[in-house]
Nanobody
Framework: QVQLVESGGGLVQPGGSLRISCATSGTPLRFYAMSWYRQVPGKEREFIARIAGGNSNYADSVKGRFTISMDNAKTTVYLQMNSLEPEDTAVYYC???????????????????WGQGTQVTVSS
């Protein structure tokens, strides 16, 4: 069963940087469109960044500080987070509406693909 897996979270001081990543479990599959979201307890999940078709866009709250990218094989998506602030503290999730295999599109039977999340804590 294919799952998304986030990694790279941790504790960082305000003003610091982290890079988190997302990839499929098991045999690598490719992304076309992928987004990062974050969520804190008691609040709705918040859109952070999206990459698709070579283009990217960002929420105003992270624009100029965060950068989304893919590796050349399109099997790993990254979120580079710079100038981190305490309000960036959250669980960060990756999301993909579908995945690309060698022969076509693979879709989840339960909707979009989601990972389990990786915790990012910004604190002094």
């Amino acid at each position: 069963q294919v799952q998304l897996v986030e990694s790279g979270g941790g504790l960082v001081q305000p003003g610091g940087s982290l890079r988190i990543s997302c990839a499929t479990s098991g045999t690598p599959l490719r992304f076309y469109a992928m987004s990062w979201y974050r969520q804190v307890p008691g609040k709705e999940r918040e859109f952070i960044a999206r990459i698709a078709g070579g283009n990217s866009n960002y929420a105003d709250s992270v624009k100029g500080r965060f950068t989304i990218s893919m590796d050349n094989a399109k099997t790993t998506v990254y979120l580079q987070m710079n100038s981190l602030e305490p309000e960036d503290t959250a669980v960060y999730y990756c999301n993909a509406p579908f995945l690309l295999t060698a022969i076509g599109v693979r879709r989840s039977g339960s909707g979009d693909y989601w990972g389990q999340g990786t915790q990012v804590t910004v604190s002094s």
